[in-house]
């Protein structure tokens, strides 16, 4: 559930879904970013701009410089506010169970704001190494115990990967093999969309928890 605050965009909250869902953005709006990045870097050395243009790390297409007429702060919220009414059901925003406040990362466990950790919510961590899509909602990863202990009900918590979802554990399966805790977990309810997104998400740590965070 996303809270009511992000209806207010301002310059943090367009920063945090721009870093964290950078995907989401067109083309253009890609295009426009990165010359705002490679303008700004090149702010003490205009001379090697023209090498900039060349292998594309700057634009001259109008189209895409207007994104950018209103400067960058705003151009980060006319994208922010554009992913979050396209795809408002994959945004996760991680707000402090506390005061509500928005964190710094998607997968920080401290508030900024008032200081509230929930550091204690995650029981375990797993070092996600291996997706293997099922048919249907199911889904099956393997990976490296990190820490913890699982157990079937808890849930994983896809939210610091950017994966707006929290499936619970169906099963799971834990070995020992060379000095490591491998374990391989089968979790329903992910669209075909998610199922994606995990599959190219590589090796990251994901966090397990023995209840939801809304």
């Not at 995907?23 to 709006?29: D, H, N, Q, R, S």
Request: glycine share 6%; net charge neutral.
């Amino acid at each position: 559930m996303l809270h009511s605050f992000i209806y207010t965009m301002d310059p943090a909250t367009a920063r945090y879904i721009a870093d964290h869902y950078g995907y989401l953005m067109t083309f253009k709006e890609t295009v426009a970013m990165r010359h705002a990045l490679y303008y700004a870097q090149s702010e003490t050395a205009p001379h090697l701009r023209e090498k900039m243009y060349d292998r594309g790390w700057l634009t001259k297409d109008p189209e895409i410089l207007s994104l950018l007429a209103r400067g960058v702060d705003q151009c980060y919220l006319n994208i922010a506010s554009g992913i979050l009414e396209k795809h408002r059901e994959e945004i996760f925003m991680n707000t402090c169970p506390r005061c509500n406040g928005l964190a710094r990362t998607i997968s920080a466990r401290q508030c900024p704001h008032c200081f509230y950790s929930w550091h204690h919510q995650t029981v375990a961590e797993l070092e996600f190494r291996y997706p293997f899509p099922e048919p249907g909602t199911h889904f099956t990863i393997s990976g490296r115990l990190i820490s913890g202990t699982i157990a079937t009900g808890h849930y994983l918590d896809l939210t610091s990967i950017g994966i707006n979802q929290q499936p619970c554990i169906i099963s799971f399966t834990q070995e020992d093999g060379h000095h490591e805790d491998l374990v391989t977990i089968l979790t329903n309810g992910l669209t075909e969309t998610r199922k994606q997104l995990l599959v190219k998400a590589g090796t990251r740590t994901i966090h397990m928890t023995s209840e939801k965070r809304v």
